[in-house]
T-cell receptor, first 114, second 111 residues
Framework: ETGVTQTPRHLVMGMTNKKSLKCEQH?????MYWYKQSAKKPLELMFV???????ENNSVPSRFSPECPNSSHLFLHLHTLQPEDSALYLC?????????????FGSGTRLTVV | QKEVEQNSGPLSVPEGAIASLNCTYS??????FFWYRQYSGKSPELIMS????GDKEDGRFTAQLNKASQYVSLLIRDSQPSDSATYLC???????????FGGGTRLMVKP
């Protein structure tokens, strides 16, 4: 596998469910990100991890819980979501947070909360 | 004022023409600028980066940066129908690598 892989590609969940999104990067990068993309809105930064430590939490509700066990894997744990949380969730990686490199994005998880 | 602003479009150009996409940003301290292309239903793909004032060319793409006026643009020469996509401008405003994205401009290239 190459690049940034996200699973699942599509997810439908009820408001009382608990689910997790998974991201894996095979690029040797040491920074990973979660972004939310809603219709007609810019990409919103949710979480940033550098060398497995969280360096940015952009005021995201606690119903979203990130986990970064190592520099290649990133999870987003979801619980008691709201319908307005339905969106495309994108994972990205980059070579570091200290230098302005561009990101490589995964294919995203299309989340629908019913 | 939005941090990174783009006209949402759609911008419609005929095949073979030059497409000009513009982006303005609010933070004068911004240092690095990126253009991403996003096809419908797909994830963003990095196509250009620019760090210094002036032009940077890569094939049919030219990125232009003017820090004094706080704008960055992307020119696509000889536009093709396959260039039809949403183009996202992203700005890095400090020493870290956290990017702020504009809302994107939808480009339509008509055969």
């Amino acid at each position: 596998e190459t690049g940034v892989t996200q699973t699942p590609r599509h997810l439908v969940m009820g408001m009382t469910n608990k689910k997790s999104l998974k991201c894996e990067q095979h690029l040797g990068h040491n920074a990973m990100y979660w972004y939310k993309q809603s219709a007609k809105k810019p990409l919103e930064l949710m979480f940033v991890y550098s060398l497995e430590e969280r360096v940015e939490n952009n005021s995201v509700p606690s119903r979203f819980s990130p986990e970064c066990p190592n520099s290649s894997h990133l999870f987003l744990h979801l619980h008691t979501l709201q319908p307005e949380d339905s969106a495309l969730y994108l994972c990205a990686s980059s070579q570091g947070t200290g230098t302005p490199y561009g990101y490589t994005f995964g294919s995203g998880t299309r989340l629908t909360v019913v | 004022q939005k941090e990174v602003e783009q006209n949402s479009g759609p911008l419609s150009v005929p095949e073979g023409a030059i497409a000009s996409l513009n982006c303005t940003y609010s933070d004068r301290g911004s240092q690095s600028f990126f253009w991403y292309r996003q096809y419908s239903g797909k994830s963003p793909e990095l196509i250009m980066s620019i760090y210094s004032n002036g032009d940077k060319e890569d094939g049919r793409f030219t990125a232009q940066l003017n820090k004094a006026s706080q704008y960055v643009s992307l020119l696509i020469r000889d536009s093709q129908p396959s260039d039809s996509a949403t183009y996202l401008c992203a700005v890095n405003k400090d020493a870290g690598n956290m990017l702020t994205f504009g809302g994107g401009t939808r480009l339509m290239v008509k055969p």
